[in-house]
T-cell receptor, first 118, second 118 residues
Framework: DGGITQSPKYLFRKEGQNVTLSCEQN?????MYWYRQDPGQGLRLIYY???????QKGDIAEGYSVSREKKESFPLTVTSAQKNPTAFYLC?????????????????FGAGTRLSVL | AQKITQTQPGMFVQEKEAVTLDCTYD???????LFWYKQPSSGEMIFLIY??????QNATEGRYSLNFQKARKSANLVISASQLGDSAMYFC???????????????FGQGTELSVKP
């Protein structure tokens, strides 16, 4: 079954701690994205990667870091610099430039990780 | 400036009836894509339907159709024959094409919570 797997489903962070959220896809997609969703809000882009070993900051990158060492994997680290990390985090992937018209490029999402602060 | 506006925070519909969820957008890019996603209480974002700015016909996918009015910059989602399982949050999103949007990110609206009554 092709898809996007996020783990863990729930995560708790202690003060001053870094935590890492996992995102793995087996869709052979080039592009991957991390979004943050706060209660009652739409999604906001944290980081994105269009190709292995390359990634770019999104709209709210401060306090977060990512890596893209493998095509299948795009982990997100929430650092201690992120003072308000409590949110729902969603990972997405798309075919990238190979996926048809640039404006289409459908993004498919994982089931999300809910992060809370202890 | 808000690029995607969903003015209905919540909607109710009777089972088996049709419902329209509103979405207006703002862009200077002549090439863009419009998307609707469904987010059930489990959290996963499920892609429903896509409309390209140059598409001549309104998109349809099963019970979902998109009422695309380009001059009015609106992209309303119509769900026909509502089912109890349609109860969820619905998000309208837009993706502009390069060079307006090099990263391919989606811009989301605030969402509309749909409740289907038996």
């Amino acid at each position: 079954d092709g898809g996007i797997t996020q783990s863990p489903k729930y995560l708790f962070r202690k003060e001053g701690q870094n935590v890492t959220l996992s995102c793995e896809q087996n869709l052979n997609h080039d592009a991957m994205y991390w979004y943050r969703q706060d209660p009652g809000q739409g999604l906001r882009l944290i980081y994105y990667s269009q190709i292995v070993n390359d990634f770019q900051k999104g709209d709210i990158a401060e306090g977060y870091s990512v890596s893209r060492e493998k095509k299948e994997s795009f982990p997100l680290t929430v650092t201690s610099a992120q003072k308000n990390p409590t949110a729902f985090y969603l990972c997405a992937s798309s075919a990238g430039l190979a996926g048809g018209p640039p404006a289409k490029n459908i993004q498919y999402f994982g089931a999300g990780t809910r992060l809370s602060v202890l | 400036a808000q690029k995607i506006t969903q003015t209905q925070p919540g909607m109710f519909v009777q089972e088996k009836e049709a419902v329209t969820l509103d979405c207006t957008y703002d862009t200077s890019d002549p090439s863009y894509g419009l998307f609707w996603y469904k987010q059930p209480s489990s959290g996963e974002m499920i892609f429903l339907i896509y409309q390209g700015s140059y598409d001549q016909q309104n998109a349809t996918e099963g019970r979902y159709s998109l009422n695309f009015q380009k001059a009015r910059k609106s992209a309303n989602l119509v769900i026909s024959a509502s089912q109890l399982g349609d109860s969820a949050m619905y998000f309208c999103a837009m993706r502009e094409a390069p060079p307006y949007n090099q990263g391919g990110k989606l811009i989301f609206g605030q969402g509309t919570e749909l409740s289907v009554k038996p």
